[in-house]
C-alpha cells in the first residue's frame, strides 16, 4: 500500500450537535482538539432535509474562531449561496457534482474569494463524474451513506471509490483531499484510510464518543 498523502484529520459534523446550542456544540469540538467542523448545508430540494444559513455560520464563525469551517453544501443551486457562505466565514465550500451547473466555474469562483474548494460524490455517482475536476479542486468528498440526515450505516461499497480516486491523485500527481461523509466511526473510518481517505467526518460517532479527545488524537494514527 502507498504512505498516504496527507495526515489524517477529523471533522466533526455539527449536524450532530445539539440544534438549540450549537454555539456549544461547535465549542465542545474545538476543545476536543479536532482541526475542523463540518458543516451541512441543506435546502430541501437537493436533499429532504433543511439544516443552517449563512447568519447561522457567520455568528458561529465568531464564537469559534479557531476551527476551520468545512462547509458542505447539498443545495440544488450552491452557484447562488456560495459566495454568502464564504462571506461568512467558510475556509472550504464544497458541492456537488450532481446538479447541473458550471462546476469549473463555480470551483474557481470559490477560489478567487480566497476559499478552498470542493466537489461531492453521492453514493450512486462513479468516480469518472469529477475526473474532469481533480486538476482544480483542493478537496473531494465522497459520500458513504446519501446524504440527508446524519446517523445512516456506512457503505463499504463506497471503499472501491476511494482507491480509484486515490490512485487517479497519485497517477496525475495531484494533492487534493480525500474526504469521507457517512456513517465513519474508529473502524469504518479506518478502512476509508487504507483505501486512500485522509479527512473525515463523524457526526454522530464524535458527539457520542465517550471521549471526544482520545477519539480526535486516535485519528492522526489511522
Ligand atoms: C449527511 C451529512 C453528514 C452527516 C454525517 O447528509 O453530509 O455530514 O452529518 O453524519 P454521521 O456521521 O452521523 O453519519
Ligand atoms: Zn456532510
Known amino acids: ?9 477529523l471533522a466533526p459534523s455539527l449536524l450532530a450537535g445539539r440544534h438549540t446550542r450549537l454555539a456549544e456544540s461547535a465549542a465542545e469540538v474545538a476543545a476536543a482538539g479536532a482541526p475542523w467542523l463540518h458543516l451541512d448545508i ?3 430540494h437537493f436533499v429532504p432535509n433543511l439544516t443552517f444559513g449563512p447568519q447561522m ?32 466565514g467558510a ?32 453514493p450512486g455517482t462513479p468516480a469518472e463524474a469529477v475526473e474532469p475536476f481533480l486538476g482544480e479542486v483542493d478537496l473531494i468528498l ?4 446519501q446524504p440527508g440526515f446524519g446517523g445512516q450505516p456506512f457503505r463499504r461499497d463506497m471503499l472501491d471509490k476511494l482507491v480509484r480516486l ?13 474526504e469521507v461523509d457517512g456513517g465513519v466511526d474508529p473502524a469504518t473510518g479506518r478502512e476509508c484510510r487504507a483505501a486512500g481517505a485522509d479527512t473525515f467526518v463523524a457526526g ?15 485519528v492522526a494514527t489511522w
Request: glycine share 4%; net charge negative; aromatic share 8%.
Open 1 to 9: 500500500m502507498p504512505a498516504p498523502l496527507h495526515s489524517a484529520l
Open 42 to 44: 441543506m435546502d430541501g
Open 91 to 122: 475556509q472550504l465550500v464544497s458541492f456537488h457534482v450532481e446538479p447541473t451547473l458550471d462546476h469549473h466555474t463555480l470551483l474557481a469562483r470559490i477560489r478567487a474569494l480566497g476559499c478552498q474548494n470542493g466537489l461531492v460524490l453521492n
Open 166 to 178: 486515490d490512485a487517479l491523485r497519485r497517477d496525475r500527481g495531484l494533492t487534493f483531499r480525500l
Open 57 to 88: 455560520v457567520a455568528e458561529l464563525r465568531r464564537e469559534t474562531p479557531d476551527l476551520f469551517f468545512d462547509v458542505h453544501l447539498m443545495l440544488e443551486e450552491p452557484q447562488r449561496y456560495a459566495e454568502a457562505f464564504i462571506q461568512a
Open 204 to 218: 454522530t460517532s464524535f458527539f457520542k464518543s465517550p471521549d471526544r479527545a482520545a477519539f480526535v488524537r486516535e
Open 142 to 145: 465522497v459520500m458513504t451513506v
